[in-house]
Nanobody, 125 residues
Framework: QVPLVDAGGGLVQPGGSLRLSCTTS????????VGWFRQAPGKEREFVAA????????YCADSVKGRFSISSDGDTRAAYLQMNNLEPDGTAVYFC??????????????????WGQGTQGTVYS
């Protein structure tokens, strides 16, 4: 019984990159999507990107489009978030939840049912 593990956070300079990883347990295998959310200091948790394992569709927030990319492994249900050109506002705890979602809810926090503990990414200025 391996829980969701969010990892890869760290400390980077502005313009730097981080690659986050998310490992999922067998209990989440029935999920059809994996998402990445972040919660910056003083702000609510918000959507960053997501990928549907079956359909292969990807989603991303407008604020990170072109800088972040999501990938996943269909067998292990691992997910990755490549974050490039990070700015100080990227400082946040990043989460990698899973859930069974449809297109209209993939960007919605409430649609995800399994959450890890997050990993801290810090972009210092």
């Amino acid at each position: 019984q391996v829980p969701l593990v969010d990892a890869g956070g760290g400390l980077v300079q502005p313009g730097g990159s981080l690659r986050l990883s998310c490992t999922t347990s067998g209990r989440t295998f029935s999920a059809n999507a994996v998402g990445w959310f972040r919660q910056a200091p003083g702000k609510e948790r918000e959507f960053v990107a997501a990928r549907r394992w079956i359909g292969g569709g990807t989603y991303c927030a407008d604020s990170v489009k072109g800088r972040f990319s999501i990938s996943s492994d269909g067998d292990t249900r691992a997910a990755y978030l490549q974050m490039n050109n990070l700015e100080p506002d990227g400082t946040a705890v990043y989460f990698c939840p899973t859930g069974k979602l449809i297109s209209s809810t993939t960007r919605t926090r409430g649609g995800y049912t399994k959450w890890g503990q997050g990993t801290q990414g810090t972009v210092y200025s």
